[in-house]
C-alpha cells in the first residue's frame, strides 16, 4: 500500500503554472487577434453541429438522428436549403463580441424561420452560444428582450415537436439549457467585473501611495529647508557679527579680537554639528548608510541660555525670563520655541544696530504660551507686499503646526517686536 505525500500532490504546481501561462499566452494572443478566436469557434460549432446535418441532407446514415417519431414530426429541407440555414446560424457568430444583440437577433430570427417550416437542426445550438455572448458582451438592460425572445423561440419549437414528444418536457429541457448559458454568462460577467475592480483598485491604491510618497518627500523637504535655514541664518549671522567686531578689536586690543576669533570657531562647529544631524537624518532615512552618524537631541528650551550667550558674544545685551511650568513642555514644543526664539535672535542681529538690547520672554499661561521678543534697535522697514522674508514665513508655519500665530513689527515705544502663541491643548482629547 503506498502512501500519497506532499511531495506528490506538490506535483500538481508546474501544471498549474504551465495553464496559467498558457492562459495568459491565449488572452494575450486574443487581445492581438480578436478575430482568430471567433474564427474558431464559429468553424467548431460548424464542425461539431452542422457537418452531421449536411451528411444527412445528403443521405449518409450518421446513427444518430434521434427517435423516429422525431423524425417524422420533422420536416426534411434540401441541401441547398440547410445549408443557408446553417450560414444564418453560424456566420454571425463571427460577431458575437462586437455586436452581440446583433448577432442574438439574427440567429433568433433564422431559427423562427427554420421551426416555423418544420426543420429542426442541430446548429440551433448557436442561440444558446449568441444568448451567452449577450449576457456577457451586451448591455444588461437588453437581457428582458432577449429571455423574451429566447422564451418565443423555445416556445415554436416545443410546439412543433408536442406530436413527438411533450410540450412541458420540450419546454423543460429547452429553457433549462437556456437557463445555464444566461447563468454561464452571468458568471463570467461578474467575475470579470471583479477582476477589473480589484485591478482598478490596486492602480488606484498604487497611485496614492506614489503621492503619498511624493507629499512625505515635500513636507521632509520642507522641514530640512527650515532647519538649515535656522541653523545656517542664525550662526552665519552671529559669525559676522563677531568677525566685523574682531576686525575693528584687533587693532586697539588684541585680546578681544582673539576672543572673537575663538566665538567664530565654536559658533561655526557648533554649526557645523547641527548641520552634520539634520543630513545624517536624511542619509539615515534614504538608508544609504547602514549605521548613521551619532545623533545629538534635538536643541530645547535648556539650550535657550547657550543661545542667548552666543548673541551676547556678538554684541547684543539679552535679557531672558520665563514664566510657567515651563520645564514640563513635550520636545516638539521646546523645539518649535526654541527656533521661534533663534530665528528672531538673528533678524536682531541682522537689521539692529550696536548697543541694542534684546527682551525675551517665554510665557506660559494654562493651555497657551507666548514668546516675546523685542529689541530697542531701529524698526525694519516692511517689503513689497507678498515678499515676506523665509524667516517670518518659516516661523508661521512652525507656529501653525499647534494651532498658534505669528506677530511682527515695529514696537510702541521703537524697535521691533516678535510675539507668537502656542496652543498647548492636547490633541484628541475628546470628541
Same mark, same amino acid.
Given at each position: 500500500?503506498?502512501?500519497?505525500?506532499?511531495?506528490?500532490?506538490?506535483?500538481?504546481?508546474?501544471?498549474?503554472?504551465?495553464?496559467?501561462?498558457?492562459?495568459?499566452?491565449?488572452?494575450?494572443?486574443?487581445?492581438?487577434?480578436?478575430?482568430?478566436?471567433?474564427?474558431?469557434?464559429?468553424?467548431?460549432?460548424?464542425?461539431?453541429?452542422?457537418? !452531421?446535418?449536411?451528411?444527412?441532407?445528403?443521405?449518409?446514415?450518421?446513427?444518430?438522428?434521434?427517435?423516429?417519431?422525431?423524425?417524422?414530426?420533422?420536416?426534411?429541407? !434540401?441541401?441547398?436549403?440547410?445549408?443557408?440555414?446553417?450560414?444564418?446560424?453560424?456566420?454571425?457568430?463571427?460577431?458575437?463580441?462586437?455586436?452581440?444583440?446583433?448577432?442574438?437577433?439574427?440567429?433568433?430570427?433564422?431559427?423562427?424561420?427554420?421551426?416555423?417550416?418544420?426543420?429542426?437542426?442541430?446548429?440551433?445550438?448557436?442561440?444558446?452560444?449568441?444568448?451567452?455572448?449577450?449576457?456577457?458582451?451586451?448591455?444588461?438592460?437588453?437581457?428582458?428582450?432577449?429571455?423574451?425572445?429566447?422564451?418565443?423561440?423555445?416556445?415554436?419549437?416545443?410546439?412543433?415537436?408536442?406530436?413527438?414528444?411533450?410540450?412541458?418536457?420540450?419546454?423543460?429541457?429547452?429553457?433549462?439549457?437556456?437557463?445555464?448559458?444566461?447563468?454561464?454568462?452571468?458568471?463570467?460577467?461578474?467575475?470579470?467585473?471583479?477582476?477589473?475592480?480589484?485591478?482598478?483598485?490596486?492602480?488606484?491604491?498604487?497611485?496614492?501611495?506614489?503621492?503619498?510618497?511624493?507629499?512625505?518627500?515635500?513636507?521632509?523637504?520642507?522641514?530640512?529647508?527650515?532647519?538649515?535655514?535656522?541653523?545656517?541664518?542664525?550662526?552665519?549671522?552671529?559669525?559676522?557679527?563677531?568677525?566685523?567686531?574682531?576686525?575693528?578689536?584687533?587693532?586697539?586690543?588684541?585680546?578681544?579680537?582673539?576672543?572673537?576669533?575663538?566665538?567664530?570657531?565654536?559658533?561655526?562647529?557648533?554649526?557645523?554639528? &547641527?548641520?552634520?544631524?539634520?543630513?545624517?537624518?536624511?542619509?539615515?532615512?534614504? $538608508?544609504?548608510?547602514?549605521? $548613521? !552618524?551619532?545623533?545629538?537631541?534635538?536643541?530645547?528650551?535648556?539650550?535657550?541660555?547657550?543661545?542667548?550667550?552666543?548673541?551676547?558674544?556678538?554684541?547684543? &545685551?539679552?535679557?531672558?525670563?520665563?514664566?510657567?511650568?515651563?520645564?514640563?513642555?513635550?520636545?516638539?514644543?521646546?523645539?518649535?520655541?526654541?527656533?521661534?526664539?533663534?530665528?528672531?535672535?538673528?533678524?536682531?542681529?541682522?537689521?539692529?544696530? !550696536?548697543?541694542?538690547?534684546?527682551?525675551?520672554?517665554?510665557?506660559?499661561?494654562?493651555?497657551?504660551?507666548?514668546?516675546?521678543?523685542?529689541?530697542?534697535?531701529?524698526?525694519?522697514?516692511?517689503?513689497?507686499?507678498?515678499?515676506?522674508?523665509?524667516?517670518?514665513?518659516?516661523?508661521?508655519?512652525?507656529?501653525?503646526?499647534?494651532?498658534?500665530?505669528?506677530?511682527?513689527?515695529?514696537?510702541?515705544?521703537?524697535?521691533?517686536?516678535?510675539?507668537?502663541?502656542?496652543?498647548?491643548?492636547?490633541?484628541?482629547?475628546?470628541?
Amino acid at each position: 500500500m503506498t502512501s500519497v505525500t506532499y511531495d506528490d500532490a506538490g506535483g500538481l504546481g508546474p501544471l498549474v503554472a504551465r495553464l496559467a501561462r498558457a492562459g495568459q499566452r491565449l488572452r494575450q494572443a486574443d487581445r492581438a487577434r480578436p478575430w482568430a478566436l471567433d474564427t474558431t469557434v464559429v468553424v467548431l460549432v460548424f464542425l461539431l453541429f452542422c457537418v !452531421p446535418d449536411l451528411l444527412r441532407s445528403t443521405g449518409v446514415a450518421t446513427g444518430d438522428d434521434g427517435p423516429h417519431r422525431l423524425r417524422l414530426a420533422l420536416t426534411d429541407l !434540401p441541401l441547398p436549403a440547410v445549408l443557408a440555414v446553417q450560414v444564418g446560424l453560424v456566420l454571425p457568430l463571427l460577431w458575437r463580441r462586437r455586436r452581440p444583440l446583433m448577432t442574438f437577433g439574427v440567429i433568433t430570427a433564422v431559427v423562427l424561420l427554420q421551426w416555423s417550416l418544420g426543420a429542426g437542426l442541430r446548429a440551433d445550438f448557436a442561440l444558446f452560444i449568441a444568448l451567452y455572448s449577450l449576457v456577457l458582451h451586451g448591455r444588461l438592460r437588453q437581457l428582458p428582450w432577449a429571455c423574451a425572445a429566447t422564451v418565443a423561440a423555445m416556445t415554436v419549437v416545443a410546439l412543433r415537436v408536442s406530436h413527438a414528444v411533450s410540450v412541458w418536457d420540450a419546454l423543460f429541457f429547452l429553457l433549462s439549457t437556456a437557463t445555464a448559458a444566461l447563468a454561464l454568462g452571468l458568471t463570467v460577467r461578474i467575475r470579470r467585473a471583479q477582476l477589473a475592480g480589484l485591478r482598478e483598485r490596486a492602480a488606484r491604491l498604487e497611485i496614492e501611495r506614489d503621492q503619498r510618497g511624493r507629499l512625505a518627500v515635500a513636507t521632509e523637504r520642507a522641514r530640512v529647508a527650515r532647519e538649515m535655514h535656522d541653523i545656517v541664518g542664525h550662526n552665519l549671522s552671529v559669525i559676522i557679527s563677531l568677525a566685523d567686531a574682531g576686525r575693528y578689536a584687533t587693532d586697539l586690543a588684541p585680546e578681544r579680537g582673539k576672543e572673537a576669533l575663538q566665538l567664530i570657531g565654536d559658533t561655526g562647529r557648533q554649526a557645523l554639528s &547641527e548641520l552634520r544631524r539634520v543630513l545624517g537624518v536624511l542619509r539615515e532615512s534614504a $538608508g544609504t548608510s547602514g549605521t $548613521g !552618524p551619532a545623533l545629538s537631541p534635538q536643541p530645547g528650551l535648556a539650550d535657550i541660555d547657550a543661545l542667548c550667550a552666543g548673541v551676547r558674544a556678538a554684541g547684543l &545685551e539679552v535679557v531672558y525670563r520665563t514664566s510657567g511650568d515651563v520645564e514640563t513642555l513635550d520636545g516638539g514644543v521646546q523645539l518649535t520655541v526654541y527656533r521661534i526664539v533663534q530665528e528672531a535672535l538673528t533678524n536682531t542681529l541682522k537689521h539692529a544696530g !550696536p548697543d541694542t538690547r534684546v527682551h525675551l520672554a517665554i510665557v506660559v499661561e494654562d493651555t497657551l504660551l507666548t514668546i516675546r521678543v523685542q529689541d530697542t534697535g531701529p524698526a525694519l522697514l516692511p517689503g513689497p507686499p507678498g515678499e515676506e522674508g523665509h524667516g517670518l514665513v518659516g516661523l508661521r508655519e512652525r507656529a501653525a503646526l499647534y494651532g498658534g500665530k505669528v506677530s511682527a513689527g515695529p514696537a510702541p515705544g521703537g524697535g521691533w517686536s516678535v510675539r507668537a502663541t502656542l496652543d498647548l491643548t492636547p490633541q484628541g482629547g475628546t470628541e
